[in-house]
């Protein structure tokens, strides 16, 4: 069956310029998770939707980054005027939702990297 | 903010050797979550606990979940080089961030043949 896919897989971009990484979840899961991740470190939670409910945008670093998740499936996320500190992997996953423990299925990622 | 504090950073090991992770926090995990990452590839989840005290295993690997549910340990036995990789241990809080997991910062194993 299909993972999660993210695209564009590299993405190289001026300082200042504005970027758009896509993520296709797993068909049927409700929640979709973005995650940010320096070279060899630990994950960075930045948004989470859940159904129709309003996402968790805590993890967003500022109000130059914002997500949508069109009709419950696919989610944009969205950085305006890209710095050098946002050069990333940026990961998408994606889980069953209900009662009980959440499992995260990821996508391979998005190198983002800002000249 | 709950943190997760994972330990060592750097673990390079010969082949056949034992190691043990650990993860350790001051706050109370709903569940805790081990992924293991390659590069160039997202997190695979390995394994999920959710009863304090809880023991897993998984082939040579084996998880626990402390008592209080504030810490686990991923323990391998006799390391393969193809163990190698990026170990993530990651909390659910539950509650209104249901879904939300906070991670370690990860330790980065490198098992020399």
């Known amino acids: 069956g299909a993972g999660v896919s993210q695209s564009p897989s590299n993405k190289v971009t001026e300082k200042g310029k504005d970027v758009e990484l896509r993520c296709d979840p797993i068909?049927?899961?409700?929640?979709l998770y973005w995650y940010r991740q320096s070279l060899g470190q630990g994950l960075e939670f930045l948004i989470y939707?859940?159904?129709?409910?309003?996402?968790?945008k805590s993890g967003l670093p500022s109000d130059r980054f914002s997500a949508e998740r069109t009709g419950g499936s696919v989610s944009t996320l969205t950085i305006q005027r890209t710095q050098q500190e946002d050069s990333a992997v940026y990961l998408c996953?994606?889980?069953?939702?209900?009662?009980?423990?959440?499992?995260?299925?990821f996508g391979p990622g998005t190198r983002l990297t800002v000249t | 903010t709950q943190l997760l504090e994972q330990s060592p950073q750097f673990l390079s090991i010969q082949e056949g050797e034992n190691l043990t992770v650990y993860c350790n926090s001051s706050?109370?995990?709903?569940?805790l979550q081990w992924y293991r990452q390659e590069p160039g590839e997202g997190p695979v989840l390995l394994v999920t606990?959710?009863?304090?005290?809880e023991v897993k295993k998984l082939k040579r690997l084996t998880f626990q979940f402390g008592d209080a549910r504030k810490d686990s340990s991923l323990h391998i036995t006799a390391a393969q080089p193809g163990d190698t990789g990026l170990y993530l241990c990651a909390g659910a809080t539950g509650g209104t961030s249901y879904g939300k997991l906070t991670f370690g910062q990860g330790t980065i194993l490198t098992v020399h043949p």
């Open positions: 606990v959710v009863t304090g005290g």
């Open positions: 068909s049927g899961h409700t929640a």
């Open positions: 706050s109370v995990f709903s569940s």
């Open positions: 996953a994606s889980s069953l939702a209900g009662q009980g423990v959440y499992e995260q299925y």
């Open positions: 939707f859940q159904g129709n409910s309003a996402p968790d």
